[in-house]
């Protein structure tokens, strides 16, 4: 089982749409979460992170964590074609690790 | 905001030989920075953690003296990929971890495409 689940689609939806993006942990040491965006051929891109349980918002996006179910969402309101793009969950550990883990990423397509 | 570069953006080199791959944290001071590989359609891999003043530590499977790293200063880590492969052609990037705020975040560099004849 990896430690970060992550569905990689590829996920596909009409322009002004709310996308649901999701992850699953199993190491309940992570505590700080991160959702990167990465167009094609270029480096991922930091979108939000948060270091507790509930949500963060950043314009149309929100972030939302819920560490009892080890589960982390990102929501994209008002969807854009310039949306599309590969998005990645990636969390660590507070103290000493340095390391990040990544889902797999989720390849989604807004259609205008 | 929090600016990584990356020199050169590609490369194309014979096999054989030796490539060299900056990275550089452009407003902040990076006492550790991130070499990560990604094929096509995959996820981000880590190859190694790059200390500034000491030596970087490789994860496994990885060939250190392969992929040599660099950390010079608080500003600039190299990868450099010796005797290279066309199996070595690859995504490269980097990553400079940010503390300023006592967040636990990582800024990625816009990464370098190595191809290899």
């Known amino acids: 089982q990896k430690e970060v689940e992550q569905d990689p689609g590829p996920l596909s939806v009409p322009e002004g749409a709310i996308v649901s993006l999701n992850c699953t942990y199993s190491?309940?040491?992570?505590?700080?979460f991160m959702w990167y965006r990465q167009y094609s051929r270029k480096g991922p891109e930091l979108l939000m992170y948060t270091y507790s349980s509930g949500n963060k918002e950043d314009g149309r996006f929100t972030a939302q964590v819920d560490k009892s179910s080890k589960y982390i969402s990102l929501f994209i309101r008002d969807s854009q074609p310039s949306d599309s793009a590969t998005y990645l969950c990636a969390m660590s550990v507070v103290q000493g690790a340095q390391k990040l883990v990544f889902g797999q990423g989720t390849r989604l397509t807004i259609n205008p | 905001g929090a600016v990584v570069s990356q020199h050169p953006s590609w490369v194309i080199c014979k096999s054989g030989t030796s490539v060299k791959i900056e990275c550089r944290s452009l407003?902040?001071?990076?006492?550790?920075m991130f070499w990560y590989r990604q094929f096509p359609k995959q996820s981000l891999m880590l190859m190694a953690t790059?200390?500034?003043?000491?030596?970087?530590?490789?994860e496994q499977g990885v060939e250190k003296d392969k992929f040599l790293i660099n950390h010079a200063s608080l500003t600039l880590s190299t990868l450099t990929v010796t005797s290279a492969h066309p199996e070595d052609s690859s995504f490269y990037i980097c990553s400079a971890r940010d503390n300023r705020e006592g967040h636990e975040t990582q800024y990625f560099g816009p990464g370098t495409r190595l191809l290899v004849l």
């Open positions: 190491n309940s040491a992570f505590q700080y």
């Open positions: 407003d902040f001071q990076a006492t550790t």
């Open positions: 790059s200390n500034e003043g000491s030596k970087a530590t490789y």
